[in-house]
Every structure is written in C-alpha cells, then in structure tokens.
Nanobody, 125 residues
C-alpha cells in the first residue's frame, strides 16, 4: 500500500504561479512512476504530467507543456508540481498518483494503482 497526500492548492490569479506537493508513505517510493492528473466538474480525469522513478524523465500533457514542471525527491518521498503562467482553464482538482514503474502507461489514469485525495486549484481571470 502507498498513501499519497497532496497539498498546496488554492486560489490564484491568471498568470500567477502555484506549487503542489505530494507526500508518499508506505512501500518503496522508487518502485513507482508518479503522476499528476486533474479533473474539472463534468470532465474526465486529464493527464497533467508524470515523472520516472529516478526523476530522469518527465512527461507532460499538451495543455501544460512549457508551463508546468514536475520534480521528485526520492530521499524525502515527495513529488512536486510547479505551475506557472496559470490560466482559468487550469482550474480543477489535482490528484497525485503512483503506479508500479514497470507496468502500464504513464499517461493513463486507469494504469495508476494509488491516488491521493486531491487538492483544489482555482485560477481567477
């Protein structure tokens, strides 16, 4: 079992920045590829980004590429999502997720094994 807890959500104006964090506990953190997804009311869960177990590779959804950056600290079992140049359309609940690094696709929500409770991000225009 892996427990994931997100923090850092809130209200920000368009063009601003916000940093989300995800703290993991339980099984060995480096067994997992870590991902961020988001979901708005009435929408499907959307892939935001993912980072490999070592942190050497990061992947991003097209809508956030160039604005968001994912990082992880394996010594502290944490992952972060730095969000810059925020837009109103970035408003959503953001979820941290973990999947075993050798299985599934990093961009598919169904392939992730563990999820946090979510943290809300609201971007005002």
């Amino acid at each position: 079992q892996v427990q994931l807890v997100e923090s850092g959500g809130g209200l920000v104006q368009a063009g601003g920045s916000l940093r989300l964090s995800c703290a993991a506990s339980g099984r060995t953190f480096t067994m997992y590829t870590m991902g961020w997804f988001r979901q708005s009311p009435g929408q499907e869960r959307e892939f935001v980004g993912a980072i490999s177990w070592s942190g050497s590779s990061a992947y991003y959804g097209d809508s956030v590429k160039g604005r968001f950056t994912i990082s992880r600290n394996n010594a502290n079992n944490t992952m972060s999502l730095q969000m810059n140049s925020l837009k109103p359309e970035d408003t959503a609940v953001y979820y941290c997720a973990a999947k075993l690094r050798w299985s599934g696709a990093y961009f598919l929500a169904v392939d992730y094994d563990y999820w946090g409770q979510g943290t809300r991000v609201t971007v005002s225009s």
